[in-house]
């Protein structure tokens, strides 16, 4: 073979190497384009996510703090299925204020009232008019929400007094109540 052949395929076989190389290339361009524009998107996207995660975090932060308020808000609503708490607060109230009482809760369980569901409870009592009005005062400064609906007040004759085992001056007391629940 002549070095002028030689030449040639030398020439031919570092030109189609340049040629392979130069597709090589291309693709390899190609493939980093993509991927640096499929980056610059997933970096568009979690920017735009990262203002919600600080709004998440700060919503998160909320309500911890807003946790012991809304507890107390729940704590405000009695159970309609079982009043047993609110029950005992009227039965502790009545034992601190000595005051006696009975308590009845009508037929008709849960009502409508301005738009929550409520309990009414009627109660009786007999004793003195300040324990009676301290009584009231602590249902009113509860933690329950209560809508006093009737109050009743009656002196007892001398013949009611040495029944019931009261003192003179001591009177009958017929109060409705009612309470939200929820």
């Known amino acids: 073979m002549s070095s002028k052949k030689q030449s040639y395929i030398v020439f031919t076989f570092f030109l189609i190497i340049l040629i392979i190389l130069a597709v090589f290339c291309g693709f390899l361009i190609k493939e980093i384009k993509k991927s640096s524009e499929s980056y610059l998107v997933t970096k568009k996207e979690l920017l735009s996510i990262e203002p919600k995660i600080e709004s998440f975090k700060s919503i998160e932060i909320q309500h911890l703090e807003l946790q012991p308020d809304l507890e107390r808000i729940k704590n405000m609503f009695i ?104």
């Open 79 to 182: 159970n309609p299925e079982v009043p047993i708490n609110f029950v005992e607060f009227l039965e502790k109230t009545a034992l601190k204020t000595n005051t006696s009482i009975k308590i009845s809760l009508p037929p008709q369980k849960v009502e409508e009232f301005k738009g929550f569901s409520s309990l009414l409870f009627q109660i009786s009592s007999y004793g003195s008019f300040s324990n009676f009005s301290k009584f009231l005062e602590i249902l009113k400064n509860s933690s329950y929400l209560i809508n006093f609906e009737a109050l009743n007040v009656k002196r007892l004759e001398e013949k009611e007094l040495s029944e019931l085992k009261l003192n003179l001056g001591d009177v009958a007391f017929n109060f409705s109540i009612r309470v939200l629940s929820n």
